[in-house]
């Protein structure tokens, strides 16, 4: 199989739905032990994992809230446990993203951004940066946004944390190289799932007519991108963004 994860485990925060299920579930096809991680809703989080093992996957189900630093550590602990140390990290979680102008942002929102796309992926990488380097083996892949590139007005709050993200990477990329941990980001653009189901039509109508590729993109598409950067053959691509746009180029 191309692009085999056979050995690797891999935990994916946010994998219930949406993007982070069309990731995990790409990552135990091509051999990966996954965790799924969900908060609030176990009924889809359930349903992902029967949907791996249905398919020949090996996963595991582990309830935590992504943005919160006391419960990572939990998470990562858990997984190791039962599947061995996590050597595949994807930060995919993320919270509500209101469009809102300057004056109707709160710092509270602002710092529940940074909580879920800085602070999460740091304290994440804390808890499995040690197994990584004592293995001589890891991937750290932060699921960003084309959004950043593109700088839509009336989206500072999730756009300056996703810039931050991909800063943190950047510098971690360096930082983690020598010890043969790579880090790189997948910026999608717009693609539909769940949580867009009820945002205005003519919204997703005036997206779609600037796709290049005229379709939507999916959860699979960027699945593809994450598995690529797990892989053995991305050895030796760090520091890197992918965006998954569909031929839109966001800047």
């Known amino acids: 199989m191309a692009f085999s994860l056979d050995g690797h485990v891999a935990l994916v925060t946010g994998s219930s739905r949406g993007l982070g299920k069309g990731i995990v579930k790409e990552l135990a096809r091509a051999g990966a032990r996954v965790a799924v991680n969900y908060f609030n809703q176990p009924e889809p989080a359930h349903a992902t994992i029967d949907e791996i093992r249905k398919a020949g996957g090996v996963a595991m189900l582990v309830r935590a809230d992504a943005s919160d630093p006391e419960q990572l550590p939990y998470m990562v602990e858990?997984?190791?446990?039962?599947?061995?140390?996590?050597?595949?990290?994807?930060?995919?979680?993320t919270p509500d993203q209101p469009q809102n102008p300057i004056e109707e942002y709160?710092?509270?929102?602002?710092?529940?951004?940074?909580?879920?796309?800085?602070?999460?992926?740091?304290?994440?990488?804390?808890?499995?940066?040690?197994?990584?380097?004592?293995k001589g083996w890891g991937r750290i892949i932060n699921v960003t946004s084309s959004a950043y590139h593109a700088a839509f007005p009336n989206f500072?709050?999730?756009i300056a944390a996703k810039g931050g993200q991909i800063g943190w990477s950047r510098s971690m990329s360096v930082e983690l190289a020598p010890s043969g941990?790579?880090?790189?980001?997948?910026?999608?653009?717009?693609?539909?799932?769940?949580?867009?189901d009820n945002d205005p039509q003519e919204q997703k109508d005036a997206y779609f007519d600037t796709v290049p590729a005229g379709r939507w993109g999916t959860p699979e598409d960027v699945a593809h991108a994450v598995?690529?950067?797990?892989?053995?053959?991305?050895?030796?691509?760090?520091?890197?963004?992918?965006?998954?746009?569909?031929?839109?180029t966001p800047w």
């Open 227 to 248: 598995q690529f950067f797990a892989s053995s053959e991305a050895s030796f691509i760090t520091g890197q963004t992918l965006c998954v746009t569909g031929g839109l």
């Open 78 to 93: 858990a997984v190791a446990e039962k599947f061995g140390p996590v050597d595949i990290l994807v930060p995919n979680a």
């Open 181 to 196: 941990i790579t880090v790189n980001t997948v910026a999608p653009g717009w693609i539909p799932t769940e949580r867009h």
């Open 106 to 134: 709160d710092a509270e929102f602002y710092q529940q951004m940074l909580d879920f796309f800085i602070l999460s992926p740091f304290h994440l990488a804390q808890a499995v940066v040690p197994c990584m380097k004592e």
């Open 156 to 158: 500072s709050a999730y």
